[in-house]
């Protein structure tokens, strides 16, 4: 008799503005589903550790500068050296969470204002997608949706690029275009209204995840390709 393989985890990403509550909510998820016994672990995008990851680190924090198509390679590039990782911890059986992904990649860039010069036009969404296109899709999209007004309610942005309202109403704008995009991507999409406590959002965050357990057993055992 054989033994039937492991079943695949699931790979969740979680996405949303900043200060929409993302790690306290992938810190007390990935506390759960191992006290689930849900083998289960958690990659966070950027992933600042690595030499590529320390590039986009100082970009981030100004130490450096450069073109915006160069670091949105940079952050892709920092998910393509993460993948085999992750395929094979999803075969192993573990679920993976991602604090960001691809779609912080996607609207992050997309929203950048246009330089006058050298580069007039913002970077469409479609340039912005092509050099994540083969990575590994996950199963559902969990999109913690704050409210201007709630956001405004929370501390203080950071000094990282990118904080700053007028970029912030541009991404939110932008992720909502993402999640209308079309049929087939929607149903990847999970949003939770992200301005209850901690404790309501944890709630709707968990059954976004059931949800992605219950895809993945009914699945055919492979992981998806963006
Ligand atoms: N960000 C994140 C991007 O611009 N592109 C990407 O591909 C990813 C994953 O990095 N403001 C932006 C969004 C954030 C910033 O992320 C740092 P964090 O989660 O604050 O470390
Ligand atoms: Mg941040």
């Not at 992938?26 to 992933?47: M, T």
Request: with cysteine; hydrophobic share 35%.
């Amino acid at each position: 008799m054989t033994t039937p393989p492991t079943p695949r985890g699931a790979l969740i990403a979680i996405e949303g503005l900043d200060r929409a509550g993302k790690s306290t909510q992938c810190d007390l998820l990935l506390n759960r589903l191992i006290s689930s016994g849900i083998p289960a672990k958690l990659q966070k995008f950027p992933d600042r550790s690595t030499p590529i990851g320390h590039m986009i680190n100082s970009y981030l924090t100004s130490t450096s500068n450069l073109d915006d198509q160069a670091i949105h390679l940079l952050f892709s590039a920092n998910r393509w050296e993460a993948k085999d990782s992750i395929l094979s911890t999803l075969n192993s059986g573990t679920t993976i969470l991602l604090d960001r992904y691809i779609y912080s990649g996607i609207v992050f860039s997309a929203a950048k204002p246009p330089v006058p010069v050298e580069n007039p036009k913002p970077l469409s969404v479609s340039w912005c997608k092509a050099p994540d296109v083969g990575l590994p899709r996950p199963d559902i999209i969990i999109f913690l949706n704050i409210s201007q007004e709630d956001a405004e309610k929370r501390a203080g942005f950071g000094d990282e690029r990118y904080e700053k309202k007028e970029m912030q109403e541009k991404v939110r704008k932008l992720f909502e275009e993402l999640r209308g995009e079309d049929s087939n991507d929607k149903e990847d999409w999970w949003v939770v209204n992200a301005g209850g406590t901690v404790e309501e959002v944890a709630e709707e965050v968990w059954r976004g995840v059931l949800e992605a357990l219950k895809r993945v057993k009914e699945g055919n055992g492979e992981v998806r390709s963006i």
